[in-house]
């Protein structure tokens, strides 16, 4: 019942991150959307951010405070519409709550991206928060101290 409670105080976009290795500088694991069902697997942090904002951009929440700029002679893109979460535990949740990394668990809320940066909380998977950041760099350095 602690882990639906959990669920229920936490973000629809919180993501559940699994470290499957890591060392003083870097790790690798999996990434796992509530939103979309997906999972991402990760070689290096470097990855870990760059998949993480394609899917933050694809989900729409939270939408970038700036657009980028996208310079080609092809077709234009389409806008990707936001996706609404209602709060109500889907099939994938169940699914994703029994994911667990190697080496550390937690779950990834981003709550905004403001000047072209994350900012949010990085929560262990039994509901106790590590800390909240303003930067894609301090949530590295929360990630990097669990080792």
């Known amino acids: 019942m602690e882990i639906q409670t959990m669920r229920n105080r936490l973000p629809g976009n919180v993501m559940r991150l699994c470290i499957d290795a890591g060392h003083a500088y870097d790790v690798s694991g999996r990434l796992y959307s509530r939103t979309t069902g997906t999972c991402l697997r990760f070689a290096s942090m470097a990855e870990l951010l760059l998949k993480t904002d394609a899917l933050l951009d694809e989900i729409g929440s939270p939408q970038a405070f700036q657009r980028k700029r996208i310079f080609s002679t092809g077709k234009p893109k389409e806008m990707t519409g936001i996706r609404i979460t209602t709060g109500q535990p889907s099939g994938t949740d169940c699914v994703i709550e029994e994911q667990m ?12 991206r403001m000047h072209a940066s994350w900012q949010g909380f ?21 990630i990097l101290d669990s080792f």
Request: a negative charge; one cysteine or more; hydrophobic letters at 40%.
């Open 122 to 142: 990085l929560a262990e998977c039994n509901g106790t928060v590590r800390g909240s950041f303003e930067s894609e760099l301090q949530l590295m350095e929360m």
């Open 101 to 112: 990394g190697k080496y550390a668990t937690f779950e990834l809320a981003i709550q905004s």
